[in-house]
């Protein structure tokens, strides 16, 4: 089974602070995503990967950065938080025939 | 650009009863298309797809047919139990240089009462 996780499951922050969520897969796959999820928006993609030292923006990429040193790990980092970045962020990877395995979420607050 | 589009919730039935849920897409090309659920407090998981026209995607009761036609996805199940009580996500994949990057529908919840 494909193993998907996130360093943590709520995490609260102050407004300005500096924060890292981390995502980490068992297998070997390169493609790697971020997202935030919002009632009533879905899904939004923020980030994605393909490869080590590789990335690309997704939809709403403002506010954020990632970092991608080993093919296991994606980060997502939020510079200086602000309240309108509270949220749930899904981590996910790309396995076969284009199915995407997530992690079990991030909700973060920030006040 | 690509888009999904499924019913909003939330869908309430009583245990038992069928379900339908609608997803309709539009794409610039011929994409997969994908249900996921998510349990409370959970990430996403897949329950079903279809790479091409016509193929029927199923699994636990639930199905869903890739209907080119109409460009539609819509889920269905005959006999819905309250562990059934999830968010439903239809998405579609269309591959651009390999990445196939997804584009996912709003969800749509369903509470299924005893």
């Known amino acids: 089974d494909v193993k998907v996780t996130q360093s943590s499951r709520y995490l609260v922050k102050r407004t300005g602070e500096k924060v890292f969520l981390e995502c980490v897969q068992d297998m070997d796959h390169e493609n790697m995503f971020w997202y935030r999820q919002d009632p009533g928006l879905g899904l939004r993609l923020i980030y994605f990967s393909y490869d080590v030292k590789m990335k690309e923006k997704g939809d709403i990429p403002e506010g954020y950065s990632v970092s991608r040193e080993k093919k296991e790990r994606f980060s997502l980092i939020l510079e200086s938080a602000s309240t309108n970045q509270t949220s749930m962020y899904l981590c996910a990877i790309q396995g076969g025939q284009e199915t995407q395995y997530f992690g079990p979420g991030t909700r973060l607050l920030v006040l | ?114």
């Open chain 2, 1 to 114: 650009g690509d888009s999904v589009t499924q019913m909003e919730g939330p869908v309430t039935l009583s245990e038992e009863a069928f379900l339908t849920i609608n997803c309709t897409y539009t794409a610039t090309g011929y994409p997969s298309l994908f249900w996921y659920v998510q349990y409370p407090g959970e990430g996403l998981q897949l329950l079903l797809k279809a790479t091409k026209a016509d193929d029927k995607g199923s699994n636990k009761g639930f199905e869903a047919t890739y209907r080119k036609e109409t460009t539609s996805f819509h889920l269905e199940k005959g006999s819905v139990q309250v562990s059934d009580s999830a968010v439903y996500f239809c998405a579609l994949a269309l591959g651009s240089g390999g990445s196939y990057i997804p584009t996912f529908g709003r969800g749509t919840s369903l509470i299924v009462h005893p």
